[in-house]
């Protein structure tokens, strides 16, 4: 059972605050003082979006005035039990025309994807091979499906090899499990590698997590942009980060859409998704954030800390990292500090998310602060 006080003791205690985001500020109430705004660098909004108040309400005034757009803020059951609305068809539709011949399949969260998927593909004939540092929900998925799995060194693809060549005989198929950004610390994985890598073997398949990537820095995700997107056998997309929504899309084979849709229990048992929060996302995906795009990229040179927007700073310990991420509060920053267990022990940093609507000058201090705390 999980020990309370021990965690109070260790810097290890989490709790749940009350806050508001207005752009790319946030107001944090604590101890009922509402503090100064803050510039919000702790969300996955990577553009900007979900707390974009024009956008917002450019999306309501089409909702209330176009008779077609037929949405609702309710959905009321599964979306197997009565069907769902055209905004879900035309979600599906967005991205198997640009991902072809992919067939995607909405789900209601990055997490319930990556369980829905993953259960629904692991059998007895099935090996996983999985990235060390790969997604919660996608460990969770392995473990409760008990799933037959092993886990390479973070981005070691002479480890992957190994693995591929002593046990690919042995199954019927191999699935290997990566993000393409990688959520803690930002790193990319080498995409036309595990393809090649997939090559060495017929019965390998290739599982990319593009929860980081897609839409931020690369409209279409870090596989499209190489080229490689019809090398990728199974691939998540979430809705709820750069995208600035809700839900998450699977793009699989016809075969496998139609084996989630009847296998896949976070797809079946889940009160679908409200119609307006996937009109919202078919509202973004008409716009043009290429802008923004641009000014996120020149926020991630400016900081040099990554090459993604994910930039990662370690402290070591977790109250050091507690106390710095109290000071940059103090000097107008909010950044999210990490702790184990959500990365390794003696690892804990703050994870600076950078965003497409901050100006470069808004990070200079931010940048001295961190240059007299780097370790030598």
Same mark, same amino acid.
């Given at each position: ?78 979306? !197997?039990?009565?069907?769902?609305? /055209?905004? @879900? #068809? =035309?979600?599906?539709?967005?991205? %198997? $025309?640009? *991902? ?62 190994? !693995?591929?060549?002593?046990?690919? /005989?042995? @199954? #019927? =198929?191999?699935?290997?499990?990566? %993000? $393409?950004? *990688? ?194």
């Amino acid at each position: 059972m999980f020990d309370l006080e021990k965690a109070k003791k260790s810097g290890n205690y989490r709790v749940l605050r009350r806050a508001r985001t207005f752009g790319n500020k946030i107001f944090l109430n604590d101890n009922s003082n509402l503090k100064s705004d803050l510039l919000n660098l702790a969300s996955n909004d990577y553009l900007g979006i979900a707390s974009d108040k024009g956008l917002r309400d450019e999306f309501l005034h089409t909702l209330l005035n176009n008779s077609n757009l037929n949405a609702f803020f309710g959905s009321g059951a599964s979306r !197997l039990v009565y069907g769902s609305s /055209e905004e @879900f #068809e =035309r979600l599906e539709a967005w991205f %198997e $025309a640009r *991902f072809a011949p992919k067939k995607a399949l909405v789900f209601n969260s990055g997490y319930a994807a990556n369980l829905g998927a993953i259960s629904s593909l692991s059998d007895g004939g099935t090996l996983f091979l999985a990235d060390k540092l790969i997604h919660a929900s996608m460990i969770d998925a392995l473990r409760i499906s008990g799933a037959d799995f092993r886990r390479y060194p973070h981005n070691d693809y002479a480890a992957l090899a190994a !693995l591929l060549d002593e046990h690919a /005989e042995r @199954f #019927e =198929r191999v699935i290997i499990l990566t %993000e $393409a950004v *990688f959520s803690m610390d930002g790193d990319r994985a080498d995409v036309a590698e595990l393809v090649r890598l997939k090559k060495s073997h017929k019965n390998v398949f290739l599982y990319l997590d593009e929860a980081h990537s897609f839409f931020a820095l690369e409209p279409l995700g870090r596989a499209h942009a190489l080229g490689l997107e019809g090398e990728i056998d199974f691939m998540l997309v979430t809705l709820s980060k750069a995208l600035g929504g809700s839900g998450a899309i699977f793009l699989s084979s016809a075969d496998t859409r139609e084996r989630l849709v009847n296998t896949a229990r976070s797809l079946i048992y889940s009160t679908a998704l409200p119609s307006a929060s996937v009109a919202w996302t078919n509202f973004i995906l008409e716009q043009d954030f290429s802008a923004r795009r641009s000014n996120l990229k020149a926020n991630i040179d400016f900081m040099g800390l990554s090459e993604t927007q994910i930039c990662p700073f370690v402290v070591g310990e977790n109250e050091a990292t507690l106390a710095l991420a109290a000071r940059l509060r103090d000097e107008g920053y909010f950044v999210a500090a990490i702790r184990p267990p959500t990365v390794p022990a003696h690892t804990a940093r703050l994870r600076i998310s950078l965003r497409g609507d901050v100006e470069q000058a808004s990070l200079e201090r931010l940048k001295e602060i961190l240059d007299e705390n780097r370790v030598a």
